[in-house]
């Protein structure tokens, strides 16, 4: 059906509330919250206060009728930028494990495995253009910064998997009927075709990386 317009205006307006507060993030890297002094002393108010704003950002994007993961996953954008949840990062890393092993059992979920079968040859030529696009893409840009061709193509490499936050823009396409489901089902073949083959991809030009590749991936 056809979303009405004030569904529409909402939607509009929290994506640019969602692109104006990541580009802020962005800018300043780091933030500080309300009641900052108060959180830093207290650890357990920071780990409920991380949950609340991650149930917060959730509920005001599925308001705007967005994806409910867009808006937790701009939120764990804000307690990585700010500096009274660092202690969230620095004891949680075993929960952390945790959530990406779940993250990524869930996504093996998603996959129709049928239709993968079904449709091999076209998913394999996508996988193969995301891996050459980006890997140009990040490699030229690498070079504009100085680095040399070696380098550059290296890092690409490293670089040209598909990112996990296309899911969050899949399953947002999927709602908003933007995607069908065979593009929904296409999209996810090609992102987890590009995790899964990601490792050979980065093998394969291993060779070309220069002696400066390490330095440059670490700054």
């Not at 308001?63 to 937790?72: E, N, P, Q, Y």
């Not at 079968?117 to 998913?123: E, G, Q, T, Y």
């Given at each position: 059906s056809t979303p009405s317009a004030s569904l529409l205006a909402l939607q509009v307006v929290g994506s640019i509330g969602v692109v104006l507060l990541v580009a802020t993030l962005v800018r300043k890297k780091t933030i500080r919250l309300p009641f900052g002094e108060l959180l830093r002393s207290d650890h357990e108010l920071q780990l409920f206060g991380a949950l609340l704003l991650c149930f917060l950002f959730a509920w005001l994007t599925g308001?705007?009728?967005?994806?409910?993961?867009?808006?937790?996953f701009v939120a764990g954008l804000v307690v990585a930028s700010a500096k009274e949840t660092e202690w969230i990062h620095r004891n949680l890393e075993p929960y952390r494990v945790l959530f990406v092993a779940t993250f990524f059992a869930s996504v093996g979920m998603l996959v129709d495995i049928s239709f993968l079968?079904?449709?091999?040859?076209?998913?394999t030529a996508l996988v193969l253009l995301a891996f050459f696009t980006n890997t140009l893409i990040n490699a030229s840009t690498m070079k504009a910064l100085g680095r040399s061709w070696r380098t550059s193509i290296y890092i690409g490499a490293l670089l040209s998997q598909v990112g996990e936050f296309s899911f969050v823009l899949a399953a947002v396409g999927k709602e908003l009927g933007i995607m069908t489901e065979f593009g929904y089902q296409m999209v996810l073949g090609v992102i987890v075709g590009t995790l899964v083959l990601g490792p050979a991809w980065i093998g394969v030009l291993r060779p070309l990386r220069g002696p400066s590749a390490r330095v440059a991936v670490e700054s």
């Open positions: 308001v705007c009728g967005l994806s409910t993961a867009l808006g937790a079968l079904d449709n091999w040859l076209p998913v």
